[in-house]
T-cell receptor, first 113, second 117 residues
Framework: KNQVEQSPQSLIILEGKNCTLQ??????????LRWYKQDTGRGPVSLTIMTFSENTKSNGRYTATLDADTKQSSLHITASQLSDSASYICVVSETGGYNKLIFGAGTRLAVHP | GAVVSQHPSWVICKSGTSVKIECRSL??????MFWYRQFPKQSLMLMATSNEGSKATYEQGVEKDKFLINHASLTLSTLTVTSAHPEDSSFYIC?????????????FGPGTRLTVT
């Protein structure tokens, strides 16, 4: 069964600190892996997207890594800000007629002053 | 960048009534649109996939007669929750897939909060 698992489920950090979120997947065939940020009551916003051949992708203070061999990905947030408080969702896309997305449960990050 | 809008952003309705939610791709054409439902503290769950001009494909466990989807044009899809009940209260999110063959073709709307009283 195609699954995406994220850890930790929730995380609290102090403003200015770094953190790393994890994502393991069993989706096959694999098209790409995405990280989304979802603020409460809003739709997901894309942070990064990586294909099989890409190992790392950065978007400002967000850096995603992908190990397609072990089927693991991470999202590293540098110098966290209060506005980083949100859910971060790892999503893996299957190949096919359209890209069906398999969603992880998300990591709820709270950045405290 | 590609923008997807939803209307309304929130709606409160009485049990037994029907509610229509619109999803529009504002600056691109979307041959495929997706409808998701999200309960509190849970991730998005795909409800159905709609292709312009054809019937929607529903995920297992989603009642097609209750959640009516119409994808009448390349920029508009609608989800109608018929005879809504309190258990239908949820956050409904649509996404639209752009026609152009780029890596990230799927763009999400801001969501619609439905509360059924």
């Amino acid at each position: 069964k195609n699954q995406v698992e994220q850890s930790p489920q929730s995380l609290i950090i102090l403003e200015g600190k770094n953190c790393t979120l994890q994502c393991n997947y069993t989706v096959s065939p694999f098209s790409n892996l995405r990280w989304y940020k979802q603020d409460t009551g809003r739709g997901p916003v894309s942070l990064t997207i990586m294909t099989f051949s890409e190992n790392t992708k950065s978007n400002g203070r967000y850096t995603a890594t992908l190990d397609a061999d072990t089927k693991q990905s991470s999202l590293h947030i540098t110098a966290s800000q209060l506005s980083d408080s949100a859910s971060y969702i790892c999503v893996v896309s299957e190949t096919g007629g359209y890209n069906k997305l398999i969603f992880g449960a998300g990591t709820r990050l709270a950045v405290h002053p | 960048g590609a923008v997807v809008s939803q209307h309304p952003s929130w709606v409160i309705c009485k049990s037994g009534t029907s509610v229509k939610i619109e999803c529009r791709s504002l600056d691109f054409q979307a041959t495929t649109m997706f409808w998701y439902r999200q309960f509190p503290k849970q991730s998005l769950m795909l409800m159905a996939t709609s292709n312009e001009g054809s019937k929607a494909t529903y995920e297992q466990g989603v009642e097609k007669d209750k959640f009516l989807i119409n994808h009448a044009s390349l920029t508009l899809s609608t989800l109608t929750v018929t005879s809504a009940h309190p258990e239908d209260s949820s956050f409904y999110i649509c996404s639209a897939e752009a026609q152009q063959a780029t890596k990230d073709r799927q763009y999400f709307g801001p969501g619609t909060r439905l509360t059924v009283t």
